[in-house]
């Protein structure tokens, strides 16, 4: 079992940067592959992008591609979500997860309580 606990989340201007942290618990945290998804109020849970357990694949969606990027250190237990270029749009509660390599919620076991980041114009 793991438990994950996101770190970094705030408020920032439109064009800044923040970094997002999970923390994992477990010493299995090498063998998940790890997710970062955000949700925004009266909006169904949305895919960020992916890490894979090495590092060495990652996947991100359109709306965050070149802005976004997700890195991993096992011996930390610990993935990132480094944010660029924010937008308002961008604000919402960000959420890191941990299972199979997917886009869906469903394909992830285990999730943290969230971290409120908010953009503001």
């Known amino acids: 079992q793991v438990q994950l606990v996101e770190s970094g989340g705030g408020l920032v201007q439109a064009g800044g940067s923040l970094r997002l942290s999970c923390a994992a618990s477990?010493?299995?945290?090498?063998?998940?592959?790890m997710g970062w998804f955000r949700q925004a109020p009266g909006k169904e849970r949305e895919f960020v992008g992916a890490i894979n357990w090495s590092g060495t694949m990652r996947y991100y969606a359109d709306p965050v591609k070149g802005r976004f990027t997700i890195s991993r250190d096992n011996a930390k237990n610990t993935v990132y979500l480094q944010m660029n270029s924010l937008k308002p749009e961008d604000t919402a509660v960000y959420y890191c997860?941990?299972?199979?390599?997917?886009?869906?919620?469903?394909?992830?076991?285990?999730w943290g309580q969230g971290t409120q980041v908010t953009v503001s114009s």
């Open positions: 477990g010493r299995t945290f090498s063998s998940y592959h």
């Open positions: 997860a941990a299972g199979r390599y997917g886009t869906r919620p469903r394909d992830y076991d285990y």
